[in-house]
């Protein structure tokens, strides 16, 4: 008889313990489910992905094309931001921009129609750019461009463009299509 209580108290202990296991999990299971949501750039940093990089509108990106450097600003003309104004500066011999009257520069304007507009720089490089917000657009990776890398950190200012001045990196396509 006593052997018959130690198992009848086994299994209530059991059934006990699962009970408060599956009521954890369901706690746990009432909470909504996420979506994973892609990275969005934001005025510190860029937004890469296999096939494009978002850059936020009034800043520097800084673009490297073979062995030219060039720092590329994009400010949005529509309230959708899907027409852009963008202007563009080739660094100096020493890879600055300290003296931007001083610099080759261009620029021009990018309408996004029906889907992606162009954007025309130095090398000669076009990109396909598309608006992302009123705040950001995507600027496509360009197939065959040679070696082709945008600096992960916008700036503000373009005397302080500078990949050498704080902890960013160099991203290429290849890196993000691993």
Known sequence: ML???RGTRRIVTARLVLAAVLAAA???CDRAATTPRPALPTADTLAATPNAVGIPYGRYLLIRRDERLIALHLTALTPLGDR??????????DGRFSRPEALDHGGGEAVEQPYTGRITLPGPLTLDWSRGSQEFGWL???EGSGDYAVYSRPFTELADADPGRDGGRWLTKEMLRR
Do not use: E, S, T
Request: aromatic share 22%.
């Open 3 to 5: 052997r018959v209580m």
């Open 26 to 28: 369901g706690a746990a």
């Open 84 to 93: 852009v104004a963008y202007r563009w500066h080739l660094a100096d011999g």
């Open 140 to 142: 496509y990776w360009p």
